[in-house]
Every structure is written in C-alpha cells, then in structure tokens.
C-alpha cells in the first residue's frame, strides 16, 4: 500500500487560515469516509483531531475542520495560532482493512 | 478514562525478535467495537501503520503487507493487554512504537486514545 500524498510543508501567519490536503486512490480516501487527522508536537505522540473525514473530537477546537472530495481530503485551520505549529497527518482506511498514512505536513506559523 | 501504556526493551539485537506491550486501562481488551492497534514512527520520520488485532469471541488480524511476514500481534485477556512481535529486526526497525485503541461502529471509526510510545533501538 502507498502512502497518501501530503504537501512537505505549509505556512501561515497567525489569524489566518491554511488547508492540508491528503490526496489517495479510489482504493483508500475514495472508498469510504474513515479519515483522520492528527496533529504531533515534538516529542509528543499524534494527536486525533478529526475523524470520519470531517468529525470533531471533544475538546478539540472548532477553528479544525475536515473535508473530503473524491480522493483528496483536506484539513483547514482557521484563525492560525502559534500553538498550531506542529506536524500533521492524515490517515484513511484501504479496500484491505488495512490503514494507510499521509507522509505528514510541518505547519510554521509564521 | 482510557489509557494505554507501552512498556518492553528499548534495545533489540539485529535478527533477533522486537516484543512491545501495551497495557489497557479505563476499557475492556475484549469490549465490542474496539480494535487494538500497532503504529510506528522512525526518528524524523511520518507514522507507519502495523496492524491490528479485534477480539470478541474470535479473533480478527490485519497487518501492513510490507510487514506482515514478520509481525504477530496478540491479545492477553487475563491481564488487559495486547502485544507485539515483530521478528528479524534489522536497523530499520529502529523507532518509536505506539499503541492505539480504535473504536468502530457502523459509518464511524475513532481512531483514540494512543499510547505515549516506546522507543526501541535495533542495534548490536
């Protein structure tokens, strides 16, 4: 199984918003709605943040949001802040039963 | 409140058999709904899914294909926990391991809590 695709890194200044998208095959993301993001400071275990592609977890803030078309699904933050400085995933389950991740994204909130 | 704990060697021998532990607290290792599950991370590097063990009665596996002729995971119900083999370590093995707790139901899967993960190092 391949790794879902993530852009290496993205950026942004505090107060705005960024988009991380996580594009797969029909075999993963376009088969059926269980993706998750999570986010990861240094030296700290991943984080869940959104599930079922656009699910929130208790707790964790509204300025998260997940979407998904087709194959491609997409975290946005919104009002950027400096604690949202950290490494992002995605993750998605396969035709397999098996879970595939994204090779993760380094958000710098500039 | 859940909580899942690693525990096992931090040094393994090249060749030789990486076993890991996590330990489950706040939930029942044989609660419907739950799968138990293996991920890994090298330093510096994105999360790399192991595999999976669901167990309620019978017992269902699913593992990484790239890894599965290597990895046996297994649950022990009289103590609340499950484990992981990995067999054949080379230096690539080298990582942090961590356990996680996956509920699924119908149209949903919630992939938490995790463990805080366990480094091991795969070396002579």
């Known amino acids: 199984q391949s790794a879902l695709t993530q852009p290496a890194s993205v950026s942004g200044s505090p107060g705005q918003s960024i988009t991380i998208s996580c594009t797969g095959t029909t075999s993963d993301i376009g088969n059926d709605n269980y993706v998750s993001w999570y986010q990861q400071h240094p030296g700290k275990a991943p984080k869940v943040m959104i599930y079922d592609v656009a699910s929130r977890p208790s707790g964790v803030s509204d300025r998260f949001s997940g979407s998904k078309f087709g194959s491609t699904a997409s975290l946005t933050i919104s009002g950027l802040q400096a604690e949202d400085e950290a490494d992002y995933y995605c993750?998605?389950?396969?035709?397999?039963?098996?879970?595939?991740f994204g090779g993760g994204t380094k958000l710098t909130v500039l | 409140q859940v909580q899942l704990q690693e525990s096992g060697p931090g040094l393994v021998k090249p060749s030789e058999t990486l076993s890991l532990t996590c330990t489950v607290s706040g939930d029942s290792i044989t609660s419907g709904g739950n799968y138990w599950t293996w991920i890994r991370q090298p330093a510096g590097k994105g999360l790399e899914w192991i595999g999976r063990i669901y167990s309620r009665g019978s017992t269902n596996y699913n593992y990484n294909p790239s890894l599965k002729s290597r990895v046996t995971i297994s649950v022990d119900t009289s103590n609340n926990l499950f484990t992981l083999k990995l067999r054949s370590v080379t230096a690539a093995d080298t990582a942090v391991y961590y356990c996680a707790r996956e509920r699924v139901a119908p149209g949903t899967s919630y992939p938490a809590p995790w463990g805080q993960g366990k480094r091991v190092i795969v070396s002579s």
């Open positions: 993750s998605s389950y396969t035709t397999s039963n098996t879970v595939v």
